[in-house]
């Protein structure tokens, strides 16, 4: 078993690499193994596909200044009879992880395929931590004649710098359907920060605004 990890401002960031390969030079440490899922027991536990073996490479660089990380860990998972996949990547460069899923479903008439990012960073020279996370997602169901679909996109930003809390949230929701030629078309927009909501009603130029 490989551990590598390091602490910054009181977090302990450690990739747990399974059996695992490392080749050194002078300055650098190159690494290659397998690990089921370096996220469990946290957060991102829910993000990784449930089977299958995560990939890791990547490198750890160190001179005169602080150490340079680049470590990316992939796994692909298909289900028996190509209905299904998932697919999840993660890097962890510096002060800064990464990590992205994507699952897709394919049975006959119906589909659907959702996206899932995170990114967790932070600056050691302004001392800020910075979280983003975006959500995307499709379903379409058709057959001669008919189509129905539905999109959701959404992302949130957060920023702590100082103490102070900075955030942002969009999302937007659209579907539609279609029938014999004739369509039918809708979407729902919203947005929240640090000063307030505000719901964009369909069909008309009015939106709802609460503040504080």
Request: net charge neutral; glycine share 20%.
């Given at each position: 078993?490989?551990?590598?990890?390091?602490?910054?401002?009181?977090i302990d960031l450690t990739i747990p690499a399974g059996s695992a390969s490392?080749?050194?030079?002078?300055?650098?440490?190159?690494?290659?193994?397998?690990?089921?899922?370096?996220?469990?027991?946290?957060p991102l536990e829910k993000f990784?596909?449930?089977?299958?073996?995560?990939?890791?490479?990547?490198?750890?660089?160190?001179?005169?200044?602080?150490p340079h990380w680049?470590?990316?860990?992939?796994?692909?998972?298909?289900?028996?009879?190509?209905?299904?996949?998932?697919?999840m990547a993660y890097t962890l460069?510096?002060?800064?992880?990464?990590?992205?899923?994507?699952y897709t479903a394919d049975v006959y008439i119906a589909k659907a395929d959702f996206n899932a990012s995170f990114s967790l960073g932070y600056d050691q020279h302004a001392r800020a931590f910075s979280l983003n996370a975006?959500?995307?997602?499709?379903?379409?169901?058709?057959?001669?004649?008919f189509n129905l679909h539905g999109d959701l996109s959404a992302n949130v930003n957060m920023t702590i710098y100082r103490g102070n809390l900075d955030f942002?949230?969009?999302?937007?929701?659209?579907?539609?359907?279609?029938?014999?030629?004739?369509s039918s078309d809708m979407s729902l927009s919203a947005h929240v920060d640090n000063h307030g909501f505000r719901f964009d009603l369909p069909g008309t130029s009015t939106d709802l605004m609460v503040r504080w």
């Open positions: 078993m490989v551990n590598l990890g390091y602490k910054v401002a009181g490392l080749q050194y030079s002078p300055g650098v440490l190159a690494l290659h193994g397998g690990h089921d899922n370096p996220f469990k027991g946290t990784a596909p449930k089977t299958g073996e995560i990939d890791l490479k990547g490198y750890v660089t160190w001179g005169t200044g602080a680049d470590v990316t860990g992939t796994m692909t998972n298909r289900v028996t009879g190509g209905f299904m996949s998932s697919t460069k510096d002060y800064t992880l990464t990590a992205t899923s994507a975006g959500l995307t997602a499709h379903v379409q169901v058709g057959t001669d004649g942002r949230g969009d999302a937007t929701l659209s579907g539609g359907v279609t029938v014999f030629g004739i």
